[in-house]
């Protein structure tokens, strides 16, 4: 018995010993890739060029476990879709704006207003993998996209434009956002995704939780959290990069797409904006932005 013990113990420990090396293994060609991209995209920071055409994408479905439909939902009588897409030709970053969409009633209804269109798979999984695929049908070739989120009817264009620049001004960066300050009656809203920043503006973490949260539990109503506007930039190159990534954990458990990106060692730059509106997620908060449109005379 004391044989078999040490023999199975021994077998165990060299299981053990095989998995932690394969891992490692995994994470190191993870790491390398990683490596090789801030390499390629700092060199190519050198160039004058660096950044320079930028498309919007605003990926939009008419399937939502939240609220079907949402993109024609209308909004003080125009669909949301479209105040989002108005919003967004007000960018002067941008040098072209499409829809991205696999559904007809969608894209009819873009078309209608004026919008360039793109149709792309129902297998896509989330806004950034129909931007790439979107990206890859367009003529045109661009360095930057930015996946302007279908549900920020008031998305302001400034903020389009900060992103792109804060983009351009981090090589090393792949990927740049923006939050704004979090209203305490959202502290606990997972519809409200959260974010941490570190010291030269990059983040750190998102989550639909409180970060950071304290031990007693509670907001405390000093501490400066950050919400997530959702508005998201990338470098073209890397968009390619990403749909390739396979799904990692803090992503699967979060829902979130961009945690993807941190978990495979890639930075992400973000900005600080005043942004007092949110989006849509869920069809009460259409009654909030038309309460917040008609207190500011907002069309």
């Known amino acids: 018995?004391?044989?078999?013990?040490?023999?199975?113990?021994?077998?165990?420990?060299?299981?053990?010993?095989?998995?932690?090396?394969?891992?490692?293994?995994?994470?190191?060609?993870?790491?390398?890739?990683?490596?090789?991209?801030?390499?390629?995209?700092?060199?190519?920071?050198?160039?004058?060029?660096?950044?320079?055409?930028?498309?919007?994408?605003?990926?939009?479905?008419?399937?939502?476990?939240?609220?079907?439909?949402?993109?024609?939902?209308?909004?003080?009588?125009?669909?949301?879709?479209?105040?989002?897409?108005?919003?967004?030709?007000?960018?002067?970053?941008?040098?072209?704006?499409?829809?991205?969409?696999d559904d007809d009633k969608i894209a009819e209804c873009c078309r209608g207003f004026g919008a360039d269109v793109v149709m792309t798979s129902v297998a896509c999984r989330n806004g950034t993998e129909r931007c790439n695929e979107a990206l890859q049908k367009l003529r045109k070739k661009y360095d930057v996209?930015?996946?302007?989120?279908?549900?920020?009817?008031?998305?302001?264009?400034?903020?389009?434009?900060?992103?792109?620049?804060?983009?351009?001004?981090?090589?090393?960066?792949?990927?740049?956002?923006?939050?704004?300050?979090?209203?305490?009656?959202?502290?606990?809203?997972?519809?409200?995704?959260?974010?941490?920043?570190d010291n030269r503006g990059y983040a750190i973490y998102f989550s639909r939780g409180l970060i950071p949260f304290n031990k007693s539990g509670k907001v405390t109503p000093q501490f400066p959290y950050l919400l997530h506007l959702g508005i998201q930039s990338y470098d073209s190159k890397f968009l390619k990069i990403y749909t390739e990534l396979q799904p990692t954990p803090l992503q699967l458990e979060e829902d979130l797409e961009q945690l993807k990106v941190l978990e495979n060692g890639y930075k992400m730059k973000v900005i600080k904006v005043d942004h007092e509106c949110h989006g849509v997620d869920v069809p009460e908060d259409i009654e909030k932005i038309e309460h917040y449109m008609r207190e500011r005379n907002l069309d």
Not at 27 to 50: C, D, E, I, N
Not at 153 to 176: N, Q, Y
Not at 182 to 191: I, S
């Open 1 to 101: 018995m004391a044989i078999s013990g040490t023999s199975s113990t021994s077998s165990s420990s060299s299981s053990s010993s095989k998995g932690w090396i394969l891992h490692g293994l995994a994470v190191g060609t993870a790491a390398a890739v990683a490596l090789g991209a801030h390499a390629y995209f700092y060199y190519r920071y050198r160039s004058a060029k660096f950044r320079s055409r930028v498309v919007g994408i605003i990926p939009a479905r008419f399937a939502s476990s939240r609220f079907e439909g949402k993109p024609l939902v209308e909004i003080l009588g125009k669909p949301m879709i479209q105040r989002t897409w108005e919003r967004a030709k007000l960018a002067t970053s941008l040098d072209h704006v499409v829809v991205a969409t």
């Open 145 to 197: 996209v930015v996946n302007i989120q279908g549900d920020e009817p008031l998305i302001e264009p400034e903020i389009i434009d900060g992103i792109v620049k804060a983009l351009r001004a981090a090589p090393d960066a792949v990927f740049s956002t923006a939050v704004t300050a979090l209203k305490p009656e959202d502290a606990f809203d997972p519809n409200r995704v959260k974010c941490v920043v």
